[in-house]
């Protein structure tokens, strides 16, 4: 069964780059026809998807926050990273990792848009 857990900082400065590690256990990231993602949610408002890096490696990013979005991936150690730069309060969210088998975004993602999920990690970007 495939688990996913995010990590990282829970409270971020403005200006400063967000990073959050998806820790992936019961598939690999590179063998398996997977598509891993990232996505938010703001306090009050919808999932907002963030992009994500295919099991090829190769990365698709939400065209709003493409400019300061970066995915990555550590095959070793079967984790994919978020790198958001230039973050403000407007990126206070709780933000998950997320397991597609479709390389097609949803124009509005739901949960059952992914065969799993993270449990979710708050992020808060001080002013």
């Known amino acids: 069964q495939v688990q996913l857990q995010e990590s990282g900082p829970g409270l971020v400065e403005s200006s400063q780059t967000l990073s959050l590690t998806c820790t992936v256990s019961g598939a690999s990231i590179i063998t398996g026809i997977n598509y891993w993602n990232w996505l938010r949610r703001p306090p009050g408002k919808g999932l907002e998807w963030i992009g994500y890096?295919?099991?090829?490696?190769?990365?698709y990013y939400n065209p709003a926050l493409k400019n300061r979005t970066s995915i990555s991936r550590d095959t070793a150690k079967n984790q994919f990273t978020l790198q958001m730069s230039s973050v403000t309060p407007e990126d206070t969210a709780m933000y998950y990792c997320?397991?597609?088998?479709?390389?097609?975004?949803?124009?509005?993602?739901?949960?059952?848009?992914?065969?799993?999920w993270g449990q979710g990690t708050q992020v808060t970007v001080s002013s």
């Open positions: 997320a397991c597609a088998i479709d390389p097609r975004v949803p124009p509005r993602p739901v949960a059952a848009d992914f065969e799993s």
């Open positions: 890096i295919g099991y090829t490696g190769r990365t």
